[in-house]
T-cell receptor, first 111, second 114 residues
Framework: QQQVKQSPQSLIVQKGGISIINCAYE??????FPWYQQFPGKGPALLIA?????SEKKEGRFTISFNKSAKQFSLHIMDSQPGDSATYFC??????????FGKGTLLTVNP | ETGVTQTPRHLVMGMTNKKSLKCEQH?????MYWYKQSAKKPLELMFV???????ENNSVPSRFSPECPNSSHLFLHLHTLQPEDSALYLC?????????????FGPGTRLTVL
């Protein structure tokens, strides 16, 4: 029940396209859903996060869509750029400090 | 130095060696974390310190021993490791002790156990 399942494992997108990464969870106590971005040689960095009281959150080209009934959430990257090439991790947490992470998606944006 | 720094960045050790990983945060945070990142696996939380007090030991083998002398420094002491312990070890810090308190990660130490 603590797992967060992330797909796809890898994704190749052309410059200007839309990148979509999906995550699903089982634990209904989860109430915080962040996405982290990790470049090679760097640690993960918080990209965007959402709470279940909203269905969508947008920050620039990055949007989280949240479906509480389906227990799914996704990251959309609009107008994908080569500089967006990185590994993306979804995560979820309940009312404590523990983040349960997905396995990650390696995104490659071709010029 | 800014953010979260980790030393060394790369470490190769034999199974009988003893070594230590160091983490320092320059953000004035009060919580620090050790994570293990292995290929094709989710990040695994190993240890958590809140105001220098250990509040989590996530069933980590005793060959990993953390130390937090103050809220800015965190160490991970390693001894008699196994090849399966080879991974990227990440340190993180946060101001506040809830998941919604953003965790800032260091660049990690790439550990190889021969």
């Amino acid at each position: 029940q603590q797992q967060v399942k992330q797909s796809p494992q890898s994704l190749i997108v052309q410059k200007g396209g839309i990148s979509i990464i999906n995550c699903a969870y089982e634990n209904t106590a989860f109430d915080y859903f962040p996405w982290y971005q990790q470049f090679p040689g760097k640690g993960p960095a918080l990209l965007i996060a959402i709470r279940p009281d909203v269905s969508e959150k947008k920050e620039g080209r990055f949007t989280i869509s949240f479906n509480k009934s389906a227990k799914q959430f996704s990251l959309h990257i609009m107008d994908s750029q080569p500089g967006d090439s990185a590994t993306y991790f979804c995560a979820a947490s309940g009312s404590n400090y523990k983040l349960t992470f997905g396995k990650g998606t390696l995104l490659t944006v071709n010029p | 130095e800014t953010g979260v720094t980790q030393t060394p960045r790369h470490l190769v050790m034999g199974m009988t060696n003893k070594k230590s990983l160091k983490c320092e945060q320059h953000l004035g945070h009060n919580a620090m974390y050790w994570y293990k990142q292995s290929a094709k696996k989710p990040l695994e939380l190993m240890f958590v310190y809140n105001f220098k007090e250990q509040t989590e030991n996530n069933s980590v083998p005793s060959r990993f021993s953390p130390e937090c002398p103050n809220s800015s420094h965190l160490f991970l002491h390693l001894h008699t490791l196994q090849p399966e312990d080879s991974a990227l070890y990440l340190c993180a810090s946060s101001q506040g002790f809830m998941a919604y308190n953003e965790q800032f990660f260091g660049p990690g130490t790439r550990l190889t156990v021969l």
